[in-house]
């Protein structure tokens, strides 16, 4: 079985971030994310902690003219990181960095000889291997916990999908059915503006409420906007990411280090 990540990048200095809408209702976070610094971070501790896929082929495209520096790319390169530059002119008229995810995964789909694609966030640091047993179903995809779900949901679904964790196998075509059911969402819902940033995540629920096999998969992740305190004891040992943009407090994961260690006493 051959696994390859999929993973998505712009310049830390002009992406999009969540867009313009979100930053109106939230002006707490940056304007721009440093995806260049976590995508070393991110890179870096797959290389060191990935296991039986610390040598898995990793793909990182920027589908825009908000190309990362140079300097990134080189130190991409000595991780091993395959980085493309393909230009889509669909990103000219996104208001949304979020948007690139689908769109960029959808063609490294077709393009990429691998049996699965992993789809990470560059924010999201491993923490441990990914278990084997997550590639014997053809998709999963990190979901929200009951403490956690969206205060508005598109469909009705039993799961609230999070787009920072995929495991597809290229056979389902996942990624081109998720960019397909982006880009056309709008079209038939109206999405509230100040959740417009997370369209691409309410398309994998319109995709579950369509018919389609989707395995979620909870509590795999602790961050700045992933409470510890959600976590059951009985999962503590199975949390893979520490989720958090570099700007982001540590707190929730210093407490979770904290319980970890309690619990392993």
């Known amino acids: ?12 200095n002009d992406n999009l971030g ?4 979100w930053k109106e209702w939230d002006d707490t976070n940056p304007d721009c ?5 976590e995508a070393i ?9 990935g ?6 082929d990793i793909y990182c495209v920027c589908p825009s003219h908000r190309l990362p520096s140079s300097e990134t790319v080189r130190e991409l390169e000595g991780l091993g990181v395959t980085y493309i530059e393909k230009f889509f002119s669909e990103t000219d008229g996104f208001d949304c960095g979020y948007m690139n995810v689908p769109l960029a995964c ?14 990470v966030d560059l924010d999201m640091v491993l923490m441990q291997p990914l278990p084997q047993h997550l590639f014997n179903v053809s998709v999963t995809v990190g979901a929200l916990c009951d403490e956690e779900m969206k205060p508005w949901q ?20 996942f990624f081109g059915r998720w960019w397909y059911e982006a880009r056309t969402l709008p079209r038939f819902w109206s999405i509230p503006e100040k959740i417009s940033a997370e369209t691409e995540e309410y398309a994998i ?3 579950l409420a369509k018919g389609m096999s989707i395995h979620p998969l909870f509590h795999y992740q602790v961050g700045f906007r992933y409470n510890p305190a959600n976590i059951p004891d009985e999962n503590i040992p199975g949390v893979l990411f520490h989720h958090n943009h570099m700007y982001e407090s540590k707190d929730n994961f210093d407490e979770f280090m904290r319980r970890k260690l309690r619990w392993r006493s």
């Open 154 to 173: 598109l469909v009705e679904v039993d799961n609230n999908f999070e787009s920072c964790f995929i495991i597809a196998s290229r056979e389902s075509g």
């Open 205 to 207: 629920d319109a995709m």
């Open 18 to 21: 969540p867009g313009a809408a």
């Open 1 to 12: 079985m051959k696994v390859a990540l999929a993973t998505v990048i712009e310049s830390s």
């Open 51 to 56: 296991g039986w896929l610390a040598d898995a």
């Open 33 to 37: 994310e440093p995806l260049e610094e």
């Open 106 to 119: 959808a063609w490294l789909e077709d393009q990429v000889d691998a049996d699965f694609l992993v789809h």
């Open 41 to 49: 971070r991110c890179f870096t501790a797959w290389r060191k902690r």
